[in-house]
């Protein structure tokens, strides 16, 4: 599989899918707000997301609004509430090589349908700047400013957090993302930080995913 794009930059997997996920708000002060995560305890700026995919989205007198999977839930002090978002074991998807052998699919990001190029070489999963704003993606506003090495040059990027990519049956959350200024890459790049996360495996013209 040919190499679409380089990106100058560490892979990141994917976050797992969360099972039996248990939210505590544990303290509150101005504009931030203290949750235990599954026992992990994360301090939360109004507007940003934790590392498992919990954002706060505001404050008020004895309590907070977190969004979980795109729910917003309100949550008081010294609440706890256990989430059940388990997902089959194991989940399979194929996809097969075109007649120029690209492993192209339609797949979802932020559930809106997009088209993918698989590509185990890029480290990240990539698009240009016109696909993010057909998303709804706010590179300029919430992305980290990068310099990115593509097969023109380099050029400014901007790593982002995408909510939730799609293959099929396979969902992945809180997914590391680059977005390239330009028109490149052409199909958005479906890369390690989305497939790093499953069991990949190529045999002839088929790829087979599997989440685990």
């Known amino acids: 599989m040919k190499n679409c794009l380089l990106l100058f930059m560490f892979l990141i997997s994917a976050s797992p899918a969360w099972a039996n996920q248990e939210i505590k708000l544990q303290g509150l002060f101005t504009g931030k707000a203290v949750v235990s995560i599954d026992g992990q305890r994360r301090i939360i700026a109004v507007g940003e997301t934790s590392p498992e995919g919990v954002k706060l989205i505001a404050i008020a007198s004895q309590q ?84 990115v090495s593509t097969a023109s040059g380099f050029v400014k990027g901007y790593q982002v957090r995408l909510k939730s990519v799609s293959l099929g049956k396979i969902k992945r959350r809180n997914v590391e ?36």
């Open 64 to 147: 907070a609004t977190l969004e979980i999977d795109g729910n917003q839930e309100n949550y008081t002090l010294g609440s706890s509430i256990s989430l059940n978002f388990a997902e089959a074991k194991s989940v399979q998807e194929r996809v097969y090589a075109d007649d120029r052998g690209m492993f192209m699919s339609v797949g979802s990001i932020n559930g809106q349908s997009v088209r993918f190029l698989l590509d185990t070489g890029a480290t990240s999963v990539a698009m240009n700047t016109t696909q993010a704003k057909r998303l709804g993606v706010r590179y300029a506003i919430d992305g980290k400013p990068m310099t």
């Open 177 to 212: 993302a680059m977005v390239i200024d330009g028109q490149h890459p052409g199909p958005i790049l479906l890369g390690m930080t989305f497939l790093g996360g499953l069991k990949v495996e190529k045999a002839g013209n088929m790829l087979t995913l599997e989440s685990r």
